[in-house]
Nanobody, 128 residues
Framework: QAQLVESGGGLVQAGDSLRLSCAAS????????MAWFRQAPGREREFLGV????????AYADSVKGRFTISRDNVKNTVYLRMNSLKFEDTAVYYC?????????????????????WGQGTQVTVSS
């Protein structure tokens, strides 16, 4: 079992930056990848970015590429999402997710059911 706890959300103004954290705990927690998603009211959960836990390589959705950066601290079992130049449309609940099962060639990291554990979410509200 693993538990993911997000933090760092809040109310910010458009143009501001924010860093979210997701701390993972659990016996022998060793993910293959961790990701960030978000969900705005009335919308589907949206993939933002993923990081390979071993190599540190990352990939992003086109909608946030260049503004959002995902990073990880293997020692602290924590993944971060740095968000710059926030816009009103970034307002959503932000979730981190962990995949514990092995990666495979061509896996679709943008699909939510490819992940095994989820955090409870943290609200980010951007005022215009």
């Amino acid at each position: 079992q693993a538990q993911l706890v997000e933090s760092g959300g809040g109310l910010v103004q458009a143009g501001d930056s924010l860093r979210l954290s997701c701390a993972a705990s659990g016996r022998s927690f060793s993910p293959s990848a961790m990701a960030w998603f978000r969900q705005a009211p009335g919308r589907e959960r949206e993939f933002l970015g993923v990081i390979n836990w071993g190599s540190g390589s990352s990939a992003y959705a086109d909608s946030v590429k260049g503004r959002f950066t995902i990073s990880r601290d293997n020692v602290k079992n924590t993944v971060y999402l740095r968000m710059n130049s926030l816009k009103f449309e970034d307002t959503a609940v932000y979730y981190c997710a962990a995949r514990l099962t092995r990666l495979y060639s061509g896996w679709d990291y943008g699909v939510h059911n490819e992940y095994d554990y989820w955090g409870q979410g943290t609200q980010v509200t951007v005022s215009s």
